[in-house]
């Protein structure tokens, strides 16, 4: 098919790529065949099967021009992000990774490359309806992440409008996956089956729309590898309530998240639900884990994290 | 009143200080009792009633750092930008812009400051439907310029908003005014005036917003002793069409800008006027000049410059 032909030996620079869904990029664009490098502080694999690793700190911008100059990459997946839990939403990083994601792109464009894909967020748009469409819903965000990211939305777009680089941009609805922070949602669920600890739901009737890490990251290998330009939502197109994530996550452990019920009555965001006809239609990708698969698959990795005996 | 009690003896830190607006920022701080400091490039000028200058590149994030650090201004004005005419619409340099603006907005709140005003402009607006509206104008921005500074907008927004620091943000219209550069529409008048050489508008009926550069400085200076927080447009608030605005040039020019007008039939903008009640109300500032008054002061300028009898 065509993204084969495109990508065979494209060089493609990838940042972010011992994330949360980076680590399921690399896969991906090796079956592709292309030439795939990485940039990390930290590079904590060696070359391998076709993958380069670069240590490079993305904020030294003097080091990633000298990198970069040096790759000559022709596309350009741009995931890094700081998104240490419980602070990224309101960091003064975010400041900091608007500046070098631009310094990267401006050292990307200057270096002859082509294509700039990069991470945006559900979070740009205003929440008050959904679906979230990416051609009609206002973009609204409500924390220094979002407006960070939709900041790097408005100058790529306008930077691509010009003809200087193809751009797209993948808004991440909610995720879910091996190697999910502790403290987040589903290892939350996860972690009380487990104990058979009760876990309280504020507002078990709020609505959102969940994908598996992997399928976030092979549809942004997909975005690359197409053509297709701006804003495309990466999500399921489908909605579920806290209450049914949780009783799938229970099915998954063979076992029951033990659950105290909060009221709705206060949510000021009841259903987060995207439009994904962008994503099914022109990016041409479809999830390979349901939600239930994809749980099963979650849970499966926890419990062998954390042993299956160990409440 | 209440501003000269507020600014009275406080650092201010101002960028841009030597541009079209940026000079006529001076005065109206020094009436308010202000310390201020510049920073600049190439510092013109030598420390003058209570204006200390700085010669600092604002690209070099490590020597704004130690100039904030020695100076910890309260309160940041920052104009700066590159402006070229006939480039900086489409300029890559308007990436480096946004990441400078961005550490020197960190740096500054880092050092302890309160209150930033920036430069916003008219096209961060959707120009399909006027007056724009601070409120309500949907924010579509059309070229990488427009982008960069709605860009900007979404991160200080969301900074302020989190409470790290003020923030107002002054969406410039269509300026005029002594030292403009020559290639722009009210110098071309003007010229065209004194050589009597005919001059062609393509869209003799287009309307826009047009205010006194000395007025938009004085506006920003207003806004920044305020405590108005968010967008404010900066603007008359009164739609002039292109003919009229060269009658009033040829009026006070005494003599005629001769015209050859074209047909408005293809112009997808064909008015742009500015909503002014928060500048009005909220800001509490009038401008000093009408259009009248203001392109006199313009056009004496002009003849000053080249000499009445250039023809």
Known sequence: MGF???MTGARVLVTGATGFVGRHILGPLQALGCEVHVISRRPANHDSRGVRYHECDLHNHAGVASLMGAIR???LLHLAWDVTPGEYITSLENLRWVQSTLALAHIF???GGRRIVGAGTAAEYSWHK????????????DSLYAGSKLALWHVLDRLSAQGSVGFAWGRVFFMFGPHEAPERLVPVMVDAARRQQSLTLRHPTQVRDYLHAA???AAFVALLASDVQGAVNLASGEGTDLSALAGLVGEAAGTEVPLELGSTLDDPHPVVVAEVTRLREEVRFTPRFSL???LRDTVDWWFRQHGNAGT
């Open 73 to 75: 990459p022709e596309h």
């Open 292 to 294: 239930r698969s994809g």
């Open 4 to 6: 084969t032909d495109l």
């Open 215 to 217: 399928d976030v990251g």
């Open 130 to 141: 959904s679906p979230c469409d990416e051609a009609t819903t206002p973009l609204v965000p």
């Open 109 to 111: 464009v200057e270096c």
